[in-house]
């Protein structure tokens, strides 16, 4: 079959994704094998960006080559149908529709400690039961295959957060357009958030509004740290999807006692997030900072999706597609991503020209 990833080992300052052969995977003991309608592309899809740094990428396509784990089919998100099921994988069946974030794979490929390679970018990938969910009725293949990972992780991140709330409860997001962001928004509706400020664009302000923000603040014309717009101490929960240096420090200044404040690892394997200084923590003791990497059982499971396919199939969260590319179109999604101010998710949509060249 013809997949979509890193063939060979490449230059950090010149990497390019490309299509080739690889043979269409046989379900381990506990997998699925899902033929693959959906898929997107997400930042942790791209290696030379996660593992940022030259040193940091040599390292690993070292391990990588050493390992024989060449080529890479990368992509993490998979919406498709169960083509195969392992001996043990008793929880679907064959015709099953259903989506997955393939964790698993990202710290073991099959042939690689540290693979980071999800393998969705094919027309089938074996997928650990464990990860995968049924699908929500209410979305198509195109939808559902750009949810899992953002979904998952915002759903992660508001538990950290304190959601559900029974309470009164204003929530900071920052960065309301992204995949991660535009997700959380409705999320944080849905688990009781009564008040959620979110920052973004002003070209985007009747879109972040209509997905349940209460009160906007345009990023290019506004500081959201500024106490004018954010009261200090009015916050029960930040949840930071920009990663700027120095917001974990400005957020503490807005978290009211007992609040926290959320960002996300952005580098493997040094997290690079704005956590504040230690000075700042010391200062206010019963805040809290924490920086989240979503990957495997941190985040992902049958249970984190079905919990969203829930608020998928009701009605309080939908998801919004900027652009979608097909698989053998895979580095104009990239090109997106990396280069534009993308509103929502990148979708990769399945093109019956990549079954050409299946073979088994």
């Not at 490929?109 to 699908?135: C, E, F, Q």
Request: aromatic share 8%.
């Amino acid at each position: 079959m013809r997949a979509s990833g890193l063939f060979e080992v490449q230059s950090f300052a010149e990497v390019k994704v490309t299509t080739f052969d690889v043979d269409i995977p046989t379900p381990g003991n506990t997998e699925i094998l899902v033929s693959v309608d959906g898929s997107s592309v997400n930042h942790f899809d791209l290696l030379w960006n996660v593992l940022d740094s030259p040193v940091a990428w040599n390292v690993a396509q070292a391990h990588w080559k050493l390992w024989h784990a060449f080529p890479k089919v990368l992509g993490m998100d998979v919406a498709g149908t169960v083509v195969g099921l392992g001996s043990t994988a008793s929880n679907f069946k064959l015709g099953d529709k259903v989506w997955a974030m393939n964790a698993r794979a990202a710290l073991w490929d099959g042939r690689t400690v540290a693979g980071l390679a999800g393998h969705a970018w094919a027309p089938y990938v074996a997928i650990d039961s464990k990860y995968a969910g049924l699908m929500p009725l209410t979305m198509n293949f195109t939808e559902a295959g750009v949810l899992p990972l953002v979904g998952q992780t915002s759903l992660a991140a508001l538990k950290e957060l304190g959601a559900p709330w029974d309470r009164q409860t204003t929530v900071l997001i920052l960065g309301a357009t992204g995949g991660v962001g535009h997700v959380a928004v409705q999320l944080a509706k849905a688990m009781g958030a009564t008040t959620v400020v979110a920052t973004g664009s002003a070209v985007n302000a009747d879109f972040v509004r209509s997905l349940g923000a209460d009160h906007f603040i345009d990023y290019h014309t506004e500081d959201w740290w500024k106490s004018d717009l954010v009261g200090d101490f009015s916050v029960d929960a930040i949840f930071d999807t920009v990663i700027q240096e120095g917001s974990g420090d400005r957020a503490f200044q807005k978290l009211k006692d007992g609040g926290t404040y959320l960002t996300m690892c952005k580098g493997i394997p040094v997290c690079g997030a704005p956590l504040p200084s230690r000075d700042t923590q010391n200062s206010r003791p019963t805040v809290r900072a924490i920086a989240l990497r979503c990957l495997a059982d941190e985040c992902a499971s049958s249970l984190a999706l079905d919990e969203l396919r829930s608020y998928v199939d009701s009605g309080l969260l939908r998801v919004h597609l900027d652009a979608v590319v097909s698989l053998q179109d895979i580095s104009h999604g990239i090109d997106l991503l990396q280069h534009h101010h993308k509103v929502g998710k990148i979708a990769v949509a399945r093109n019956p020209a990549d079954d050409l060249n299946v073979f088994v």
